[in-house]
């Protein structure tokens, strides 16, 4: 198995800067001697401070971004950046979303629940980062990635968290998973044209679906933020922020 790097000695320096006066105290990253290897958790406190500065209040959501290791998801070259508020590449010309994006979209899918919710599909497993974080909020995860690599990739990836209700799953998302339906949420990570009727029928009542969906109504192919609320009476959709995805894509590869 591949060697997952050891979380780097040297910090970028964003992440070294000393919390502003008003907020609370919270631990700085320091950095130590090149060899030592050192507590990622420091650097996560502060990127999570970022997120509720942003203005995520989950507190599920915020426990389960400064739990997950998001260094472990990216290429050793990449390690200094991976608690930086910024998207990366994966290989294959796919990246994963920034904390922000990731943070944001996984708040508006729990609407405000108390406690886990029970089972979640997700599109677009790319190197597992997002489906590690759905791990600590859901029930049961079944999450689909299109190409073989990056399948594989969270695959090993994901090993050392030994999450038997993550199910990740290799095919074409845009057809859903019947077998785990009907789901209590669901997320995309890639964008397009539409929503596959899959999603909507594989979404339980009550639960809720987001995801980015290219906006007609705006010049060029810009995306945003769809959430969708399947309801006894019916299908209720909410347009939020414009946003950037990967497309989505049918077929595997
Ligand atoms: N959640 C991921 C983000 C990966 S980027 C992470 O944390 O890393 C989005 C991913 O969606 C890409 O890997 C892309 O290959 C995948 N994708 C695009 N269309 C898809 C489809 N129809 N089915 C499954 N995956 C798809």
Redesign the pocket.
Known sequence: MKQRPSFPARLDSTLAKSSPATSKPMPVAVPVPQGLGMDSSAVRSRMVQNLGQQGVRDPLVLAAMGAIERHR?VDSALVNQAYEDTSLP?G?G????KPGV?SRMVELLRNGATGKLGRVL??????????AVLSMLADEVY?????RG?HDK?RDNLRHMRLPHVHLLF????QGYAKGAPYAAII???GGEALPTAWIDQLAVGGRLVAPVVNPSAQGATQALMVVDKTPQGIKQTVLEPVH???????IA
Request: glycine share 16%; proline share 3%.
């Open positions: 998801f994966i294959l796919q990246t994963i979303s990731v997700e599109i677009g497993t790319g190197c597992g980062y997002q489906a999450s689909i990635e299109r190409l990056l969270a095919g074409d998302g845009m995309s990570a890639a995805f990967v497309p989505l894509k049918s077929g």
